[in-house]
């Protein structure tokens, strides 16, 4: 899940005219050339069949830097949490205001979320409050719904996944993203649902969605919402190779 797919060189080209690197990702199964931008990250990828040389590939991306730069042109930009920013939590705008004299680290009052100490541990601060409340909500919610059919999960952990926003492993354990707790509330409670409904039917059968329609009244609004904005959550905060700087 958090590993790039097999094949993903860490090699990257440097074309004149672009910001950012391209990546490469050699596929034996890749027939011909092709250039791919992930609209969540801005992200650019070549995939090449095996044998092709740096070479050909560095003429390749030069001859569509016009598309690349196109393209990367129309990925929203990023909203990195930081002063004045505005963020959802629970769908909920929330602004974020520095109040450096405040007791707690972060707290969430009236539409805001209010961060003290330095500065420059702002956007920290606020990543790591956020990933707590998803913790705290996420594992209460999952508890509750395996309770339900009369099991335990035999583990909850929240991460900064990328593919999914949640999965259930086949030995009990669930994951989920972080990012859900800037999603509606109808949304993170599918998503539990969805991830213990696999605890006991580890399938996409019609009786796996049947169990989810009883776990969660929202299935319906849940799986709607993500596919149109569930993308648009991967712009709050850290990107990307941000790492935890900060
Ligand atoms: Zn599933």
Redesign the pocket.
Known sequence: MMTPPSGTERLSLAVAGLDAPVAVRRSARARRLSLRVDPRTGGATLVAPPQVPAEDLRRFVSRHRDWLTERLAAVPGRLPFADGAVIPFLGEPHCIRHVPQQERPVLRQDGELRVSGRSDHLARRVADFLKAEAARRLSALAHDKAARLGLRPARIAVRDTRSRW???SGTGRLNFSWRLILAPEPVVDYVVA??V??LKEMN?SPR?WRLVAQLTPAMEEGRAWLRSHGAALHRYGPGRGDGHAG
């Open positions: 949640g999965s259930c969805h991830e409904a696999h996409h796996f």
